[in-house]
């Protein structure tokens, strides 16, 4: 396994959508919630809140200082979907290892 790369997506609107494609072969991949004042939704289908944040959907959260990781095989294609609930300008930190 390849060091870990790391990226930084800007989600800059609270409530819209921001995609990022998942690099193929990843073997790991780890999102992490360093701001201190919002939930991060992330989910693997476009659109998958339902419409807006506190509706029903097929989303994951991630609470502030939180962190979730993948222990899988990304063949190429994934992508990663996120959304700040309340707050704009809030940074993921997301890394991946090939």
């Not at 790991?28 to 360093?34: A, E, F, P, S, V």
């Not at 222990?71 to 994934?78: H, I, M, P, V, Y």
């Amino acid at each position: 396994m390849k060091y870990p790369e790391h990226v930084v997506v800007n989600l800059g609107t609270a409530g819209s959508e921001k995609s990022w494609v998942i690099p193929a072969n990843a073997k790991k991949l780890t999102i992490q919630n360093r701001e201190g004042d919002t939930t991060i939704l992330y989910y693997f289908v476009s659109n998958a809140n339902g419409g807006g944040p506190g509706q029903d959907g097929n989303y994951f959260t991630l609470q502030a200082g939180s962190a979730k990781t993948f222990d899988a095989l990304f063949d190429g294609g994934e992508t990663l979907y996120l959304q700040a609930v309340t707050n704009s300008n809030r940074n993921i930190e997301i890394e991946y290892a090939l």
